[in-house]
């Protein structure tokens, strides 16, 4: 055994301790905690099957923008935490619960081993039309070329959240603000990351925006990135949350899907068909679709975090 499949080893047994501390924390905000570090070590066991596209997601979403909003509902429900402590289940629903949770993993564990050596796949042909389109990310591809109407409507199911989440506000909150007040004077840890981490995050964002088109990236993994930068200067109270009533935060939400219906049309009439690409001008084209859904993607992210409004508006 080398040196290299011990760790993997390790780090498998590390992700399932994990797991179960998470699973048999008393308190919501331990568990919480254990789900931050668990996406963590997941986003490292996808950088060793060499899926980086999938582990910048998984940090930047599973451990990052979802942990936020897991850490924000726990500090919330805190306060009803311990009068629901009397309604925990007993010894024989958690006993079922494991035992199903054991048959659920033993029958995927099956079905992995069972797969063939080397197993199917369709890269070959993800590949092949790669110099047509002048990409070098076959993950890029996918998204933007083959299956782009699924990730159109992906950005769009992002803004429609964003709706759902503002309707949530009462008529005299509307147009309002949200999110915690901003303070005169901030100190401790949070408030020096929250002045140190967002200019080298975002410079690491916009790197990974700008080779997304050949290498491990893109507009989600970076406008989650900018996203999180966001958030952490919200939660040390560097700033306040914008207004929903700016024109140009809903410019920001709705760019991305807008720019992307239009280029789609523009396709029937240049490449003919809905959201295809001019020959020659491919790159180009989605480089530009990428630059707007990472606008959306950092807007509609913290917006989702935050809540709906709850001050009036100035």
């Keep these: 055994m080398t040196i290299i499949e011990a760790l993997d080893i390790g780090l498998a047994f590390?992700?399932?301790?994990?797991?179960?501390w998470t699973i048999a924390a008393h308190e919501a905000f331990t568990a919480v905690i254990g789900y931050v570090v668990?996406?963590?070590?997941?986003?490292?066991?996808?950088?060793?099957l060499f899926a980086l596209d999938v582990a910048l997601t998984e940090a930047a979403i599973g451990s990052g923008v979802t942990?936020?909003?897991?850490?924000s509902a726990a500090v919330r429900l805190r306060a009803s935490e311990a009068e629901m402590?009397?309604?925990?289940?007993?010894?024989?629903?958690?006993?079922?619960a494991a035992a199903l949770c054991l048959v659920a993993a033993a029958a995927l564990a099956a079905v992995v081993l069972d797969m063939p050596d080397p197993g199917a796949t369709l890269a070959p042909q993800a590949r092949q039309p790669l110099a047509e389109l002048g990409l070098g990310n076959a993950i890029t591809a996918v998204l933007i070329a083959y299956r782009a109407f699924d990730?159109?409507?992906?950005?769009?199911?992002?803004?429609l959240a964003v709706i759902g989440v503002w309707s949530l506000s009462t008529d005299a909150n509307w147009g309002g603000l949200a999110g915690p007040t901003r303070l005169e004077r901030?100190?401790?840890?949070?408030?020096?990351?929250?002045?140190?981490?967002?200019?080298?995050?975002?410079?690491?964002a916009l790197h990974i925006v700008w080779v997304g088109a050949n290498e491990p990236g893109g507009a989600f993994q970076g406008g989650a990135l900018l996203s999180a930068m966001a958030l952490i200067v919200l939660m040390a109270r560097l700033r306040e949350a914008p207004?929903?009533?700016?024109?140009?935060?809903?410019?920001?939400l709705i760019s991305g899907p807008v720019v992307f219906l239009a280029i789609g049309l523009l396709g029937f009439a240049?490449?003919?068909?809905?959201?295809?690409?001019?020959l020659g001008f491919a790159k180009p084209v989605i480089v530009f679709i990428e630059v707007f859904m990472t606008l959306s993607v950092a807007a509609t992210l913290p917006m989702l975090v935050i809540g709906p409004p709850d001050r009036r508006p100035s």
């Excluded at 990730?151 to 803004?159: A, G, H, N, P, R």
């Design 270 to 278: 240049l490449a003919g068909g809905f959201l295809a690409y001019p």
């Design 151 to 159: 990730t159109m409507l992906e950005k769009v199911v992002l803004v």
């Design 14 to 20: 590390l992700v399932l301790g994990v797991a179960g």
């Design 243 to 252: 207004a929903i009533g700016r024109r140009w935060l809903r410019v920001a």
């Design 85 to 96: 402590m009397h309604e925990r289940l007993g010894i024989a629903p958690r006993l079922v």
């Design 38 to 48: 668990y996406g963590l070590l997941l986003a490292l066991v996808w950088v060793r």
């Design 67 to 71: 942990g936020v909003l897991l850490i």
């Design 186 to 204: 901030t100190e401790g840890p949070l408030a020096f990351l929250a002045q140190l981490l967002p200019p080298l995050g975002i410079i690491v």
